[in-house]
């Protein structure tokens, strides 16, 4: 790990402990450096005006000052270019536009050298995702899927039949790079995906869902899991 990420997560750590605080030979064996090097980082954030505190003897350790003003998020350059190049990849993906917001809300907050580091890094990333399907539609949707909501949409098959369907949406998937609106078509009287990008319209009704849940829609690939999930 080099030095510069190691301090963002040095602080990290500092911050989770809260109040208990943490020994150096604690953070040393957590980052794998000698007690010597840690103390030399935790002077370091101090330096640059993070407020570290310390406790000496037994019980004692570090810490950081609890109700102290310091920014809600702490990145390395390399986390902040992760997030920008996840969103850019994928404008498709439900909520992109909030998310992008969102990333740039985190760059704003980053010390001057942290940002300057990120926009350079940036610029060695280039991605060729393709253009996202209609905003309109894609707004309704999420809409319809957070207020739980019945979405009634006009959808054209892949053999090119046309329909107006009432649909109660329960989740959305990506496979193999094609996102789908998954949910009980109220036509069908049963569970459906639909691909996003052959929704030709889409409106959010009044008309609230009756429940329908995700065990519904079935047993979901091995390799498939909530966007929040880890891989395990």
């Not at 402990?17 to 954030?45: H, I, M, Q």
């Not at 993906?93 to 001057?112: C, F, H, S, T």
Request: with cysteine; proline share 7%.
């Amino acid at each position: 790990m080099k030095r510069t990420e190691r301090l963002h997560a040095l602080s990290e750590m500092l911050r989770r402990n809260g109040s208990r605080g943490c020994s150096a030979d604690r953070l040393a064996k957590e980052f794998g450096v000698s007690v010597r090097t840690v103390k030399r980082d935790l002077a370091a954030l101090e330096n640059s005006g993070a407020p570290v505190w310390s406790r000496p003897g037994p019980g004692g350790g570090y810490g950081l000052a609890i109700g102290a003003s310091f920014p809600p998020v702490s990145l390395s350059p390399a986390q902040a270019v992760a997030l920008m190049a996840a969103v850019s990849a994928a404008p498709d993906a439900p909520y992109a536009d909030l998310a992008a917001a969102g990333v740039q809300k985190i760059l704003d907050v980053l010390d001057p050298r942290t940002r300057a580091r990120a926009a350079e890094l940036a610029g060695r990333v280039w991605v060729n995702a393709a253009p996202p399907s209609s905003r309109t539609i894609r707004s309704a949707l999420e809409a319809a899927m957070v207020e739980q909501r019945v979405v009634r949409i006009r959808y054209t098959t892949p053999d090119g039949a046309t329909t107006t369907r009432d649909v109660e949406p329960v989740l959305f998937a990506s496979t193999n790079g094609t996102w789908y609106l998954v949910g009980w078509c109220r036509l069908r009287t049963a569970m459906r995906w639909f691909t996003v990008s052959r929704i030709e319209r889409a409106s959010v009704t009044t008309t609230p869902c009756t429940g329908h849940t995700i065990e519904e829609v079935g047993e979901p690939p091995a390799n498939a899991r909530p966007v929040h999930g880890q891989a395990t």
